[in-house]
């Protein structure tokens, strides 16, 4: 059982440059999000999904983009990486519950 | 706009006392208040939560405390251990439902033997 899995764990980016950051749960949660964390701010919630085919934007959206086609999968997507986007990224999904959270992905963009 | 708050970065205790971790909100739509424990290199956990209609929430040797009037809750950890050295993050919902979690900066906690 492995609950929520991000990859890849480390990245190093060149400025103007696009990735995406992989998601996946296997607990069948509608509902996923991403965070970010920074030193000083703790985490901040980037983007949501209840459900499949549904998105909203949280307190920090600009400069990313998502998706939801499948209740497993939540990719988080960065068109043109900025430096201000160094940060580690956290992937969270909750059931009836609190929320669970995976290892996280550290991001650098030089 | 900070609306969720800890101001204390780091905190040390010896083992066996009692670690009292703070955290002040501004946002009175909150109604849901979690803490997060985080070790490094790792996911925050969940460790205990309290709706608004409590003032208290007990889990083994971690137990929450809400004042509403003051928009403060405290998290108490007794005995302190080791093992408990860790971030603690402070969270809040408007939700019952926990969903839009509102993170404070977090409390690195160290719990000397």
């Known amino acids: 059982n492995a609950g929520v899995t991000q990859t890849p764990k480390f990245q190093v980016l060149k400025t103007g440059q696009s990735m995406t950051l992989q998601c996946a749960q296997d607990m069948n949660h509608e509902y996923m999000s991403w965070y970010r964390q920074d030193p000083g701010m703790g985490l901040r919630l980037i983007h949501y999904s209840v459900g499949a085919g549904i998105t909203d934007q949280g307190e920090v959206p600009n400069g990313y983009n998502v998706s939801r086609s499948t209740t497993e999968d939540f990719p988080l997507r960065l068109l043109s990486a900025a430096p201000s986007q160094t940060s580690v990224y956290f992937c969270?999904?909750?059931?009836?519950?609190?929320?669970?959270f995976g290892e996280g992905s550290r991001l650098t963009v030089l | 706009d900070q609306q969720v708050k800890q101001n204390s970065p780091s905190l040390s205790v010896q083992e066996g006392r009692i670690s009292i971790l703070n955290c002040d909100y501004t946002?009175?739509?909150?109604?849901?208040f979690l803490w997060y424990k985080k070790y490094p290199a790792e996911g925050p956990t969940f460790l205990i939560s309290i709706s608004s209609i409590k003032d208290k929430n007990e889990d083994g040797r971690f137990t929450v405390f809400l004042n509403k009037s003051a928009k403060h809750l405290s998290l108490h950890i007794v005995p302190s251990q080791p093992g408990d050295s860790a971030v603690y993050f402070c969270?809040?919902?408007?939700?019952?439902?926990?969903?839009?979690?509102?993170f404070g900066e977090g409390t690195q906690l160290t719990v000397n033997p």
């Open positions: 969270a809040a919902s408007p939700e019952t439902s926990g969903s839009r979690l509102t």
């Open positions: 946002n009175s739509m909150f109604d849901y």
């Open positions: 969270a999904t909750r059931g009836t519950g609190e929320l669970f």
